[in-house]
């Protein structure tokens, strides 16, 4: 049973436009969220992260939102960059747990 | 630059050989490390956690005595593959938990591509 699912395989956008990606999880106990990029052959970095009391979070031009109603969060990148075209893994951790839970990743594209 | 770093970055070995890549962290202590697996177009699986001093926590369906994971200090943690089959081919990457400033948050290393033949 995945707990963290990333339902978009690929995204292809246009450079200067805006990337949308989208994670959905099922563990009502995940707390904090975290957005990782990953270049083939290379360990994931961390882009940025969420608290659950908070439903926005912005560093630069990625921007996170989270809405714990529906149990959904989204990485916003404004404006896209053909250097932001690497996997984007959602993950989720649950209080005190220390374990991380990815989605699948997302493979983003972006075209010059 | 680089806070987690991981060696060998390749290695290729024959069938029934055992293999040891090395997990550091480079500015920081880290209180937990963690080691994952990567198989093509797939998650990050998580294999195993541990902690300096104490014995490594293993998930559901790894083998411990074939993947030896020892944490010998706070900047250093190792996975031993031992007797190494094809199907162990695979991206093993780690990462370290620690806070360095204002985060705290897990670095992951640059990941070991091993092939077995």
């Known amino acids: 049973d995945q707990q963290v699912k990333q339902n978009s395989p690929s995204l292809s956008v246009q450079e200067g436009r805006i990337s949308i990606l989208n994670c959905d999880y099922t563990?009502?106990?995940?707390?904090?969220f975290l957005w990782y990029k990953k270049y083939p052959a290379e360990g994931p970095t961390f882009l940025i992260s969420?608290?659950?009391?908070?439903d926005k979070n912005e560093d630069g031009r990625f921007t996170v939102f989270l809405n714990k109603s529906a149990k959904h969060l989204s990485l916003h990148i404004v404006p896209s960059q053909p250097g932001d075209s690497a996997v984007y893994f959602c993950?989720?951790?649950?209080?005190?747990?220390?374990?991380?839970?990815f989605g699948k990743g997302t493979k983003l594209t972006v075209n010059p | 630059g680089a806070v987690v770093s991981q060696h060998p970055s390749w290695v290729i070995c024959k069938s029934g050989t055992s293999v040891k890549i090395e997990c550091r962290s480079l500015?920081?202590?880290?209180?937990?490390m963690f080691w994952y697996r990567q198989f093509p177009k797939q998650s990050l699986m998580l294999m195993a956690t541990?902690?300096?001093?104490?014995?490594?926590?293993?998930e559901q369906g790894v083998e411990k005595d074939k993947f030896l994971i020892n944490h010998a200090s706070l900047t250093l943690s190792t996975l031993t593959v031992t007797s190494a089959h094809p199907e162990d081919s695979s991206f093993y990457i780690c990462?370290?938990?620690?806070?360095?400033?204002?985060?705290?948050?897990?670095?992951f290393g640059p990941g070991t591509r091993l092939t077995v033949l």
């Open positions: 500015d920081f202590q880290a209180t937990t």
């Open positions: 563990n009502s106990m995940f707390d904090y």
């Open positions: 993950a989720a951790d649950q209080g005190g747990s220390e374990k991380l839970v």
């Open positions: 541990s902690n300096e001093g104490s014995k490594a926590t293993y």
């Open positions: 990462s370290a938990r620690g806070r360095r400033g204002a985060e705290d948050t897990q670095y």
């Open positions: 969420i608290s659950s009391i908070k």
